[in-house]
C-alpha cells in the first residue's frame, strides 16, 4: 500500500495527539464536514464536533484501503474510538494543502 497523503497522516496524527488545534490547521477557512448527523460548515462549526469526538480519544488501528487522485484522498480504516474498534471510511477534497470538504462514515460491522 502506498504511502498516507501527507494530509491524512497529519490529521491522523493530530486526532491522536488530541490536538485539536493541530487538527483545525488542516482545514481550510471555508472547509464543510459532512456527516450522516449534519453537515457542519466553517471551522467553528468543524472545531466544535471535532473538539466532542476528541474526548472519544480517537486512535488508528490500520489503514485498510487508501487511494488518492489529484486534490481527492479516500480511505477506509479501522479506528478505536471510546475504547470501540470501528470501521470507518471518508474522503477529504483539497485546496491549497487543505482539506476543504471531508465527508466521514463509520460503518455498521
Do not use: C
Not at 497523503?5 to 493530530?14: G, K, N, P, S, T
Not at 475504547?83 to 474522503?91: A, L, N
Amino acid at each position: 500500500m502506498p504511502d498516507m497523503h501527507a494530509v491524512l497522516e497529519r490529521q491522523l496524527a493530530a486526532l491522536a495527539a488530541g490536538d485539536i488545534e493541530a487538527v483545525m490547521e488542516n482545514y481550510a477557512p471555508d472547509a464543510a464536514l459532512v456527516r450522516f448527523d449534519g453537515v457542519f460548515a466553517g471551522t467553528e462549526r468543524i472545531r466544535a464536533t471535532l473538539s466532542a469526538y476528541l474526548t472519544l480519544k480517537p486512535q488508528l488501528v490500520e489503514l485498510l484501503h487508501h487511494a488518492e487522485h489529484m486534490d481527492t484522498v479516500f480511505y477506509r480504516a479501522v479506528m478505536n474510538v471510546g475504547g470501540q474498534q470501528k470501521d470507518s471510511m471518508g474522503m477529504l477534497v483539497l485546496r491549497d494543502g487543505k482539506i476543504w470538504r471531508q465527508a466521514a462514515v463509520f460503518l455498521d460491522v
